[in-house]
């Protein structure tokens, strides 16, 4: 096999914002190399034939349907985790899948549980490339991840709006973002926002030295200071009673209460005497728009994708995974993309800065 005839596409894991763009461009720059794109729905679920209607599960992508889907917000291929593809027997039936609808090689755009799946489908002589879908930017071998600058803005204008009512109303706010266990979201929303507090679950953290904060703040003058939080930092609490704090102000806790952004701004406010208020931004951060800069992402991993597979994919054993080095779009190997031994970098210093200033 020179080069493939007809590839497919699919999306996995959580939706992110570029998603619908970055298949655009495949199809886009597929339909001009005389490549035919199939559409592969709810991620690896849709080889495997698992949904309720799985004749619909494998859909030609005509230049009609596609241009349509531009502006759409979610994914239109629908996305899922699949479990079962943990099985090397289900990947095997995925391959074989594939090869039966004459699939020669597959784009796969998800986070690095959907490139997993991808480098074992490699494995199984299947070419995959990876586009980097996910708005949390937790891969190492990557500056940005398709959707993070999006999720991002829309936590930047939510703190925005937040922070105009806090100052009105004399009253801090926590604001809980989303980014798995990666704190860059919560960071870069921090620092454009003027955020005077930022938990990551990167760093340990200490209740106290919080309300210690927040209590300095207010005696400065700042009385609409912001937390922002980041989702899957709980555990990251250095020992501390918060839920006596909670039952001492006379109020029901449970043993099996887990803490949460809501019950965080409560012990903040017991703690230090103010009002305060928690806002969990959610799905808004995976729904929205994309941003100018997540489109020509997408526009520029789509192209670069296509030209791989029309080079010589036998040589694909390894797989392609897109990304972004330098400001610029390229590509490596998936295993060099997946390497535990790179660590992701995350910041310290500003860390501590944004906590201080
Ligand atoms: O990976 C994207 C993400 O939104 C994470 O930030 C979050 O932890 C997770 O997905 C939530 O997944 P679900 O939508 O399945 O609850």
Known sequence: MDKAKRIGILTSGGDSPGMNAAVVSVARCANEKGLQLMGIKRGYNGLLGLSDRPEDDIEYMAMETVLDIMDMRGTYLRTARCLPFLKPEVRMEAAKSLKKQGIEALVVIGGDGSYHGALELCKLGIPCIGIPGTIDNDLSYTEATLGYDTAVNVCVEAVRSIRATSRSHDRPAVVEVMGRNCGDIAMRTAIATGAEMVIVPEMEWDMLELADRLRYLIQKGNTRATL??????????????????????????????????????????????????????????????????????????????????????????????????????????????LDENRKKFFDEDLYHLINRL
Not at 253 to 261: A, G, K, Q, R, W
Request: glycine share 6%.
């Open 228 to 337: 922002i939080i980041s989702e899957h930092c709980w555990h990251k609490m250095k020992p501390f009673d918060w839920r006596k704090v909670i039952a001492d102000s006379g109020r029901i806790i449970h043993e099996d209460d887990p803490l949460n952004s809501e019950r965080l701004a409560l012990v903040l406010k017991l703690l230090c005497n103010t009002e305060s208020r928690a806002t969990v931004i959610g799905y808004t951060q995976r729904g929205a728009i994309p941003t100018a800069y997540d489109s020509a992402f997408a526009f520029d991993a789509g192209r670069m994708a296509v030209d791989l597979l029309t080079k010589d994919v036998a040589s694909f054993q390894n797989g392609y995974a897109i990304g972004v080095h330098d400001g610029r779009v390229y590509s490596t190997a998936f295993a060099d993309a």
